[in-house]
């Protein structure tokens, strides 16, 4: 497959059976990562690869057909093993869950010693952007800290921080102040003049 299209990676997702509000989160991750990949890309030429981005970031959560809980991100990169996912994609997918996590972090949550710490900028970019969407939606990095501070580990809250410094010194700004924080939703499609109305939210 190589690396697959949005289309293909949606499609994958629907095909696997992947709920629809999970679907929705993972097309907000994929707005937020290329928001943060095409900020980097205006100061720091190519260096970031988008199309990588798109298929990661939205595949990262592939495996929530099968289980929402933290095994997910095996089942991700099992099925996009599976389908023959370019290997980039895989590891954008392996590597998207908390700030990054070393083998010692993987094997004391139960999962196989990979090592889980992004490296390249795609990785990176992915992962900062899942981190920066909670269940209602995009948060400030503040909001993110303060939520991991209550349920997380000091490693996560500095692993978090650090990534948003760093992107953020790429792309010459704060991360915060990069778009988009919600999606476009279709409210109502006209019969009469097939015209589509919008609404933002997620």
């Known amino acids: 497959m190589g690396i697959p299209s949005r289309e293909d990676s949606l499609a994958m997702l629907r095909e696997a059976g992947v709920e629809e509000h999970v679907i929705e989160h993972s097309r907000l991750v994929e707005a937020v990562a290329l928001g943060f990949a095409k900020a980097i890309n205006e100061r720091q030429t190519g260096m970031v690869n988008e199309e990588l981005v798109t298929a990661g970031a939205l595949l ?7 289980t929402h809980d933290i095994q997910h991100v095996v089942w991700s990169v ?3 093993e599976e389908a023959q996912v370019d290997p980039a994609v895989v590891e954008i997918i392996r590597c998207h869950v908390g700030g990054g996590l070393t083998p010692y972090d993987a094997e004391t949550l139960g999962l196989p010693a990979w090592n889980m710490m992004p490296t390249t900028w ?3 970019v992915v992962n900062h952007a899942d981190s920066l969407v909670g269940e209602k939606g995009r948060r400030t990095l503040k909001k993110t800290l303060q939520h991991i501070r209550r349920v997380g580990t000091p490693m996560w809250y500095k692993r978090v921080r650090e990534l948003h410094r760093q992107l953020s010194g790429l792309a010459e700004q704060d991360l915060d102040l990069v778009g988009p924080w ?4 279709v409210s109502r499609i006209s019969r009469e003049t097939g015209a589509t109305r919008f609404f933002k939210g997620i």
Do not use: S
């Open 122 to 124: 795609e990785e990176k």
């Open 60 to 66: 990262h959560d592939l495996g929530r057909c099968k």
């Open 182 to 185: 919600t999606l476009p939703r």
């Open 78 to 80: 099992q099925l996009a």
